[in-house]
């Protein structure tokens, strides 16, 4: 209810008011400041001599008539390159599977190989467990070297992530529920 009054009296008397600030004079716009003319356009109409940056200079203009420019279009030349680099990249940078899950257990494409310096989630899995349950055998430099990895970024993934362990800790007293296997 309240809208609508409002739009009552916004609207109330409108075009009256439109028509009076129509008809009001308008104001004067403010003088605009007196402009001197410049100096070089000042000077060449009284004949005095002409700045040095806006006159013409013989020896500049034949230096640069002696310029020459030869330009080629570099795409046609480095494509070619590009995609010979390229394929030797993919087929030297790639390392076959070591370790897959059957199936499509996350819900991922069935890689066949992966660049080198990357994991798959199954082989990181497979590689910390591992390491874990035989550190002798499976030592940082071991694991490198199996997956094509830095061995600096081996020894931060052994050290920083380390995968679940299941623990069942049987109870304390033999009249606490448990959880029986079906």
């Known amino acids: 209810m309240g809208a609508r009054v409002a739009r009552m009296f916004r609207n109330f008397n409108l075009e009256n008011r439109v028509f009076r600030e129509l008809s009001k004079e308008k104001p004067r716009a403010a003088p605009r400041h007196a402009v001197t003319p410049p100096p070089s356009a000042a000077g060449s109409e009284a004949g005095t001599a002409v700045d040095p940056v806006n006159q013409r200079s013989d020896r500049l203009l034949s230096h640069l008539q002696s310029v020459y420019v030869?330009?080629?279009?570099?795409?046609?030349?480095?494509?070619?390159?590009?995609?010979?680099?390229?394929?030797?990249?993919?087929?030297?940078?790639?390392?076959?599977?070591?370790?897959?899950l059957p199936g499509d257990p996350y819900g991922s494409v069935e890689l066949t190989d992966v660049p080198k310096g990357k994991l798959t989630i199954t082989e990181a899995l497979k590689a910390l467990s591992s390491h874990q349950h035989q550190p002798q055998t499976w030592t940082p430099e071991k694991i490198a070297q199996e997956y094509s990895l830095d061995l600096k970024d081996t020894k931060a993934l052994l050290e920083f992530?380390?995968?679940?362990?299941?623990?069942?800790?049987?109870?304390?007293t033999e009249t606490a529920k448990q959880i029986k296997a079906s």
């Open 161 to 172: 992530f380390i995968p679940f362990q299941v623990q069942i800790i049987p109870p304390k």
């Open 70 to 100: 030869e330009s080629k279009d570099p795409a046609a030349a480095t494509a070619e390159a590009l995609t010979e680099v390229t394929q030797r990249d993919k087929e030297a940078e790639r390392r076959p599977l070591r370790f897959s």
